[in-house]
């Protein structure tokens, strides 16, 4: 078994990333042999096949190399249609999230760092550079769910799971 990927039964967030991973690939119009040679082979064809098809998850490490190799920001190889179920709405995540980054910033773990350059991105295309707190939208919450490996419906939850909501000071 893979040490980095997981194999999957069936995901239908892993089937709609496979779908925007072949988008993205076939928008620079490269077949998977040409991304498997443009990687010096660390992407090889059958893999990235297999990553698109939906029937193999991609890790976070790996997609962030593979947008790399494509040019492209991280979110951009996420899936931007959101995966709701009939009843969506009555559970909905909140549409935007406010995080802590000072707190974060102490947390030590792969995902973490990853996490805070994540924000750290955001923060310098907005030109917020408070570095105390900072609002995520709905639209971002797609690679943080990515990163924390959560449903994206889950994401708010986690975050506050870890402590890393930003609970304003009371009067």
């Known amino acids: 078994m ?3 990927d997981e194999l999957l039964e069936d995901s239908p967030y892993s089937r709609l990333v496979g779908e925007r991973l072949r988008r993205i690939r076939q928008q620079k119009k490269w077949s998977l042999s040409d991304v498997e040679d ?5 992407f090889k064809a059958s893999v990235l096949g297999a990553y698109e098809r939906g029937e193999r998850a991609i890790s976070v490490p790996r997609l962030e190399r593979l947008a790399r190799l494509y040019g492209v920001g991280i979110d951009q190889l996420l899936p931007r249609e959101a995966l709701h179920s009939d009843d969506a709405g009555s ?3 909140p549409k935007k999230l406010r995080l802590d980054v000072a ?5 030590a773990g792969a995902q973490f760092e990853m996490l805070e350059r994540f924000l750290r991105m955001i923060q310098v295309q907005r030109q917020d550079f408070n570095g105390k707190v900072i609002t995520v939208r709905a639209h971002d919450t797609r690679a943080i769910a990515v990163m924390l490996d959560v449903p994206v419906d889950n994401v708010g939850e986690r975050l506050g ?10 009067a």
Do not use: Q
Request: glycine content about 8%.
């Open 2 to 4: 893979p040490t980095d």
């Open 91 to 93: 559970d909905a995540a």
């Open 38 to 42: 443009s990687s010096g082979s660390e």
């Open 103 to 107: 707190k974060l910033s102490t947390m």
């Open 161 to 170: 799971d870890l402590g890393l909501l930003f609970v304003p000071p009371t």
